[in-house]
């Protein structure tokens, strides 16, 4: 066999590759044009969704009555479901993205082997065919003419031959790289449908919550804001008794103890997302973080020593919607868990006070406490790592609209117990169980976030 056809040989892998490549090549443009037409969607989608929080914005502005809330509630199901209607949009994006570079994984292999076979069975006939090296070939010619056609036969064969080893290395790590892109689409969409999940059963959490809502009030003003006072009551008598207790407590906290203050050790219980679209919304809130009150004795706290009973408010509150994931600032251990609202002392006032609540014990001194949740996802005694969504954000307990009470404590001075068990307590929230601290116990959470 002469070289040139020898040389034919080695072309012919790459005319395989040509044919495969067409053979798809519709196939891939109808995905890519799928995927272009779920990305218009989308940004169609997400421009609804801000308009919503433009509208849920403007009522936050407005005076707390029924109508108010439950216009809030109706916006926020309506700018959720919209949020999953984006979700699903991306999902059917990263499959159609994963089907389309799985149609170029097969091209790219097709190729390379095309490429591999062409490779090998042009050295085989070499093999085969050649006996005499190439230099007895080129002495042993008839003719000076004869000599060079076999000397440019070889200098095209040794170009051809790294040519196709050249398009084999370039051709795997292109295959290396489309096998990588579908490991990050599937692990994204893995994610998607776990936030699909998360943001239907928020969907379900607010329609709850305003049914309960309509059911107490019975669509009447007056009931609500009867409702609002009762909570107010509630919350009186319950920090009555607490700071009773707090003075009470013979627990001494050590400073040495704690994490050094602005060490940044605790996350937000909020995911980045959440905390990014807060930063857009500063002329809202007057804050990157979407704080409605700081820790301390702040404005509200002072105007409402009733509540408060003249200590200050001990955590930050963070506006956000019922059905919000409520994340882990920090790995630790489920100290515990409970629902204040489920407790009515013998004349049947209800113990509104933290609602749902959580709280994390962490390895460095601190414990949070997470309250007003709409829904609890971890039980007492175990381990969570910082991120990990332990419940829904909500607006149970003492809450006239929708928050998140984010709590840090000095682990030292901090136990869960009850109110009768320490004292005998025996109004509002005596058999509620619930964190109780020493009043050294409350730490500002901005100081470690």
């Not at 050590?254 to 905390?275: C, E, I």
């Amino acid at each position: 066999m002469t070289r040139a056809r020898i040389l034919g040989l080695l072309f012919s892998g790459l005319s395989v590759v040509s044919f495969a490549s067409a053979a798809h090549a519709k196939t891939a443009a109808d995905l890519q044009a799928q995927i272009d037409a779920h990305t218009q969607q989308i940004s169609a989608l997400e421009a609804e969704v801000a308009a919503y929080q433009k509208q849920l914005d403007a009522l936050g502005t407005k005076k707390n009555t029924l109508q108010s809330t439950i216009s809030s509630l109706t916006l926020s199901q309506k700018q959720l479901a919209t949020q999953i209607e984006v979700t699903q949009g991306k999902i059917a994006s990263a499959n159609l993205q994963i089907q389309r570079l799985t149609l170029s994984i097969g091209d790219k292999e097709t190729a390379i082997a095309a490429d591999q076979t062409a490779i090998a069975k042009a050295l085989r006939d070499i093999a085969e065919n050649e006996q005499a090296p190439f230099v007895t070939q080129i002495i042993s010619s008839d003719s000076l003419g004869e000599a060079w056609q076999r000397t440019d036969e070889a200098l095209q064969f040794n170009a051809a031959l790294a040519n196709n080893i050249s398009d084999l290395r370039t051709m795997r790590t292109a295959l290396a790289s489309n096998r990588d892109q579908v490991s990050a689409e599937k692990a994204q969409l893995t994610s998607l449908q776990n936030q699909l999940t998360l943001q239907k059963r928020s969907v379900d959490a607010s329609k709850a919550a305003q049914q309960q809502l309509l059911a107490k009030t019975r669509n009447q003003e007056s009931n609500y804001q009867q409702l609002i006072a009762a909570k107010r009551a509630s919350e009186k008598s319950f920090e009555d008794e607490l700071v009773s207790l707090q003075s009470q407590l013979n627990l001494i906290v050590h400073p040495g103890l704690l994490p050094r203050a602005g060490s940044g050790v605790l996350s937000w219980p909020f995911s980045k997302a959440f905390m990014y679209n807060c930063a857009q919304r500063k002329n809202v809130f007057g804050n990157l973080f979407c704080i409605t009150q700081y820790f301390g004795n702040t404005p509200f706290s002072t105007a409402n020593p009733q509540i408060y009973s003249g200590h200050g408010h001990d955590g930050i509150d963070i506006a956000a919607p019922i059905g919000t994931p409520v994340q882990a600032a920090l790995s630790g251990t489920v100290l515990a868990t409970g629902d204040t609202d489920l407790v009515h002392d013998s004349r049947g006032h209800q113990c509104y006070s933290f609602g749902k609540w959580v709280m994390l014990k962490h390895d460095n001194g601190i414990n949070t406490m997470y309250a007003h949740l709409s829904e609890i996802d971890v039980s007492k005694g175990q381990r969570v790592v910082t991120g990990q969504i332990l419940g829904l954000s909500g607006m149970t307990g003492y809450a006239t609209g929708p928050h998140l009470h984010f709590g840090v404590y000095a682990t030292e001075g901090t136990e869960i117990m009850t109110l009768r068990q320490f004292r005998g307590a025996t109004i509002g929230c005596a058999d509620a169980t619930m964190p109780v601290a020493t009043l050294s116990a409350y730490l500002n959470p901005l100081s470690y976030l």
